[in-house]
């Protein structure tokens, strides 16, 4: 839609049309109402993980890879907070090796915060939170040496990962690790799918702290995408059916989208 410069009523009703459903369901979140979110079942099986960790007596370790502080770490945060949470509860060792200083102080508070959440503030140890180091495979010898000298019970990949991934799964399989991973990377899901228990696929990190939460805004927006991207497929679907019918029997149908939406104010 490039030239729309200025607005116009198509733009107000494509505004009204992304905007109203988000704050329609954030709105019925709110007000307790139950919303289904389909089931994803790498993060069912966090619960099933960190029990796994207890039982054995052997710690939990939860890396964010490679990310920064950026949106792929605040959608990453959310599984954090639970893990930790849970860990507290369950009395397991919970480890955190960070690559990025900066997002490690987030990182940090959010485990904080896990832990008073759960009455266990006590048991919280700033030096669970390790930083290893900022050159990519050094951090990756880092992490496989934790996760071998401790041996870890289970493990979460969740956040950025390149050419490390590979490495990092492959330590965790070597001790018997449960792993779930998940990454916006396409082309580290494959080397994730073979190495651990579960993989979460792109947008599902997106939407792992809605559903683990069930906090009312990041559930209402993650109902809300879902509406809108069913909506925008019917319209490609017309779209198409348009385009199709104009090809057969040209002129027949005269609308164009771009053009209703860049229509000026008719007075």
Request: glycine share 8%; hydrophobic share 50%; proline share 4%.
């Amino acid at each position: 839609m490039s030239g729309v410069e200025h607005a116009t009523p198509g733009m107000l009703i494509l505004l009204v049309i992304l905007i109203g459903p988000v704050l329609y369901y954030i709105r019925r979140a709110r007000s307790n109402r139950d919303m289904y979110v389909r089931r994803i079942a790498g993060i069912d099986a966090a619960e099933e993980a960190i029990g796994r960790s207890a039982e054995l007596g052997r710690p939990v370790i939860f890396s964010t890879g490679l990310t920064s502080v950026n949106p792929i770490l605040y959608a990453c945060l959310g599984v954090l907070s639970y893990v930790a949470r849970r860990s507290a509860e369950f009395n397991s060792r919970f480890i955190v090796p960070q690559f990025n200083p900066e997002a490690m102080a987030v990182v940090e508070d959010t485990v904080r915060d896990a832990y008073r959440d759960a009455g266990k503030s006590s048991a919280f140890d700033p030096q669970s939170i390790v930083f290893l180091s900022e050159s990519q495979f050094a951090f990756a010898s880092g992490y496989m040496g934790i996760v071998h000298r401790e041996q870890v019970a289970t493990a979460f990949l969740f956040g950025y990962f390149a050419a490390e991934s590979l490495i990092l799964a492959e330590a965790g399989q070597q001790v018997g690790a449960m792993q779930v991973a998940a990454s916006v990377s396409p082309e580290q899901v494959p080397f994730f799918i073979c190495t651990c228990d579960y993989t979460l696929i792109g947008e599902e990190l997106y939407a792992a702290s809605a559903y683990l939460s069930r906090e009312p805004v990041q559930l209402g927006s993650l109902c809300a995408q879902d509406t809108a991207k069913l909506v925008f497929f019917v319209f490609i679907v017309i779209g198409v059916g348009i385009a199709t019918f104009n090809s057969l029997q040209p002129g027949m149908i005269d609308l164009n989208i771009i053009e209703l939406i860049r229509k000026p104010w008719g007075f």
